[in-house]
């Protein structure tokens, strides 16, 4: 069994989809910018809040007004990143189970570091040893300086842990980390487009992952 489990926060722990689109197109809205459906923003999304409004402004926008959407962007997911997020069906009964067996539990996502905060207080108290976001000075995933400040933090060896994601970003953060990765098929992306990006091993649903945890290496 690992003594660490690292996990990606969006689309692996939480689905956040409804709150991400919600906000973002509220402030596409507002900018008077056309607004995208939630499936649009869900592949915008993996890379960081620059990036998902990167691509959700009309690609021709100047760098200055990209920061500026981003910077209203922020303040406003900030108010409403807990309207309709919600953890996914049996996320937090693992995470339980895995606490129980004495495994370590950490989240390095690269969600701005100020939700990450407030979402692991309001989902998931006590239950994290852990977690970090997108910070200043930091490079963010696939990057794997979160990772290695988590190994280094929690005292755990590269060959006794291991990273959970649903994207490609997670896959080649890894990767880059030189750790074992689990990819899950239920969050953000589709089981194909995580083996065409290079996952080898994929749970379908939380069941399939907690007999990976709880039995594997």
Same mark, same amino acid.
């Given at each position: 069994?690992? $003594?660490?489990?690292?996990?990606?926060?969006?689309?692996?722990?939480?689905?956040?989809? /409804?709150?991400?689109?919600?906000?973002?197109?509220?402030?596409?809205?507002?900018?008077?910018?056309?607004?995208?459906?939630?499936?649009?923003?869900?592949?915008?999304?993996?890379?960081?809040?620059?990036?998902?409004?990167?691509?959700?402004? @009309?690609? /021709?926008?100047?760098?200055?007004?990209?920061?500026?959407?981003?910077?209203?962007?922020?303040?406003?997911?900030?108010?409403?990143?807990?309207?309709?997020?919600?953890?996914?069906?049996?996320?937090?009964?693992?995470?339980?189970?895995?606490?129980?067996?004495?495994?370590?539990?950490?989240?390095?996502?690269?969600?701005?570091?100020?939700?990450?905060?407030?979402?692991?207080?309001?989902?998931?108290?006590?239950?994290?040893?852990?977690?970090?976001?997108?910070?200043?000075?930091?490079?963010? $995933?696939?990057? @794997?300086?979160?990772?290695?400040?988590?190994?280094?933090?929690?005292?755990?060896?590269?060959?006794?842990?291991?990273?959970?994601?649903?994207?490609?970003?997670?896959?080649?953060?890894?990767?880059?980390?030189?750790?074992?990765?689990?990819?899950?098929?239920?969050?953000?992306?589709?089981?194909?487009?995580?083996?065409?990006?290079?996952?080898?091993?994929?749970?379908?649903?939380?069941?399939?992952?907690?007999?990976?945890?709880?039995?594997?290496?």
């Amino acid at each position: 069994m690992y $003594k660490l489990a690292i996990f990606d926060l969006d689309g692996t722990i939480l689905d956040t989809i /409804d709150d991400l689109a919600d906000s973002t197109n509220h402030i596409l809205a507002i900018n008077n910018y056309p607004t995208h459906s939630k499936e649009d923003i869900r592949s915008f999304v993996g890379n960081g809040i620059y990036m998902l409004i990167k691509r959700a402004l @009309p690609k /021709d926008t100047a760098e200055e007004e990209v920061l500026n959407v981003q910077k209203q962007f922020s303040a406003y997911y900030k108010q409403h990143c807990c309207d309709k997020t919600k953890p996914y069906q049996g996320i937090i009964e693992l995470l339980e189970q895995l606490k129980k067996h004495s495994v370590k539990l950490a989240v390095v996502s690269n969600k701005g570091d100020f939700a990450v905060k407030i979402l692991m207080d309001d989902y998931f108290p006590n239950l994290f040893d852990y977690s970090v976001g997108e910070k200043e000075n930091v490079r963010k $995933k696939p990057a @794997p300086d979160s990772v290695n400040e988590v190994l280094r933090v929690l005292n755990v060896a590269l060959q006794d842990s291991v990273y959970i994601g649903d994207s490609e970003v997670d896959i080649q953060t890894a990767k880059n980390a030189k750790m074992d990765c689990i990819s899950v098929s239920y969050g953000f992306r589709e089981k194909q487009y995580l083996i065409d990006n290079g996952a080898t091993v994929i749970c379908d649903n939380i069941d399939q992952l907690k007999d990976l945890l709880l039995k594997g290496k």
